[in-house]
């Protein structure tokens, strides 16, 4: 094992990676975040993707590693009826252009 993640887990991963299937969950995940700009549950996600559960779990913590996403607050889920985290887009990241 490494550093806790089974050595199957993470050759699917890299699987996933190399042949775009983690991309697309990816640009699924964003764009039913990009219509729901309150928040939603990640079974919420699950719900209105169509993804499976591992796959909205591990897409949506590299989106939050990757400041794309954050968790932000709890409420009700409207699947399980569970108090439990909203999953937002995280604001648009600013950039600064350094002047010449």
């Not at 700009?37 to 993804?51: K, N, S, V, Y």
């Not at 108090?83 to 937002?88: A, C, D, E, P, T």
């Not at 604001?91 to 252009?97: G, I, L, N, R, S």
């Amino acid at each position: 094992m490494s550093g806790g993640v089974r050595e199957t887990s993470i050759q699917a991963l890299r699987e996933i990676q190399g042949n775009g299937r983690g991309t697309q969950a990816t640009d699924k995940i964003l764009e039913v975040l990009q219509r729901n700009p309150w928040g939603l549950t990640r079974r919420e996600i699950e719900a209105r993707t169509g993804l499976r559960g591992n796959q909205v779990s591990g897409r949506v913590r590299e989106l939050i590693e990757q400041k794309r996403a954050k968790e932000d607050g709890q409420r009700v889920c409207s699947v399980t009826g569970s108090m439990v985290g909203v999953v937002q887009l995280a604001p648009a990241q600013e950039t600064v252009e350094d002047e010449a």
